[in-house]
């Protein structure tokens, strides 16, 4: 089973057009966890389908919202999503159980074409919504470095993934990444979640050389 991570504020419309997306196009039954936010002035508006799905939070980084759902999820693939997100390839999922067999020891990544980024070389492939195995989740603790806010939350393990040749680029699988500049990401750019990121990332390099040598001990030859 995959389980697919969705916090999402203030767009009950997005929220409810990405899981009538997943519905749609997968084969199986994926696990859609919704992340909601206690403050979200839209939190009454989301119905039911979505609300019986999801865990609300105290307001708090996106990344933050990642790794706590990634803690309740039961897939053996975890992936990180948003709600600007349109399942666009019928079969999605089973496209991915397909590829994560390729490494049996678990250890891998995934990414998608995400609208934006056809033509791209695979090592350049940006991986804004990146799948991992719970093997790989397990063996560091948390989906994404915890200092982290939002922007850089793929960049982590999607870095560390290409070190090792363990990220599988599909592009014959879309998902659709619409960016909107509304009220949310006003507050993430007034707050510079983005230049945060870049210091962390550049701060905590030996975090992630860490995390580098526990994904490569994982790895079987």
Same mark, same amino acid.
């Given at each position: 089973?995959?389980?697919?991570?969705?916090?999402?504020?203030?767009?009950?419309?997005?929220?409810? @057009?990405?899981?009538?997306?997943?519905?749609?196009?997968?084969?199986?039954?994926?696990?859609?966890?919704?992340?909601? @936010?206690?403050?979200?002035?839209?939190?009454?508006?989301?119905?039911?389908?979505?609300?019986?799905?999801?865990?609300?939070?105290?307001?708090?980084?996106?990344?933050?919202?990642?790794?706590?759902?990634?803690?309740?999820?039961?897939?053996?693939?975890?992936?990180?999503?948003?709600?600007?997100?349109?399942?666009?390839?019928?079969?999605?999922?089973?496209?991915?159980?397909?590829?994560?067999?390729?490494?049996?020891?678990?250890?891998?990544?995934?990414?998608?074409?995400?609208?934006?980024?056809?033509?791209?070389?695979?090592?350049?492939?940006?991986?804004?919504?990146?799948?991992?195995?719970?093997?790989?989740?397990?063996?560091?603790?948390?989906?994404?470095?915890?200092?982290?806010?939002?922007?850089?939350?793929?960049?982590?393990?999607?870095?560390?993934?290409?070190?090792?040749?363990?990220?599988?680029?599909?592009?014959?699988?879309?998902?659709?990444?619409?960016?909107?500049?509304?009220?949310?990401?006003?507050?993430?750019?007034?707050?510079?979640?983005?230049?945060?990121?870049?210091?962390?990332?550049? @701060?905590?390099?030996?975090?992630?050389?860490?995390?580098?040598?526990?994904?490569?001990?994982?790895?079987?030859?």
């Amino acid at each position: 089973m995959i389980s697919l991570l969705c916090p999402t504020r203030g767009r009950p419309d997005r929220a409810l @057009q990405f899981l009538e997306s997943v519905l749609s196009t997968q084969d199986k039954s994926a696990e859609i966890i919704f992340g909601l @936010q206690s403050d979200d002035p839209q939190l009454e508006n989301y119905p039911d389908k979505i609300r019986s799905n999801a865990v609300i939070f105290e307001p708090s980084s996106t990344v933050y919202y990642w790794n706590k759902m990634a803690t309740i999820a039961k897939g053996d693939l975890i992936t990180l999503i948003a709600d600007d997100v349109i399942m666009r390839t019928k079969g999605w999922d089973t496209i991915f159980e397909a590829a994560a067999e390729k490494y049996a020891d678990g250890m891998c990544l995934i990414t998608t074409q995400d609208g934006r980024n056809h033509g791209v070389a695979p090592q350049d492939l940006p991986t804004p919504h990146p799948t991992i195995t719970r093997k790989w989740f397990e063996a560091l603790g948390y989906f994404t470095f915890p200092g982290l806010f939002h922007y850089y939350a793929d960049t982590w393990n999607s870095s560390i993934a290409r070190r090792l040749n363990r990220q599988i680029n599909l592009y014959d699988v879309v998902w659709e990444h619409i960016k909107e500049f509304d009220e949310t990401r006003k507050t993430m750019r007034q707050n510079k979640w983005a230049e945060l990121d870049d210091i962390v990332f550049k @701060q905590c390099k030996r975090h992630w050389e860490t995390d580098l040598a526990i994904i490569k001990g994982n790895i079987k030859p």
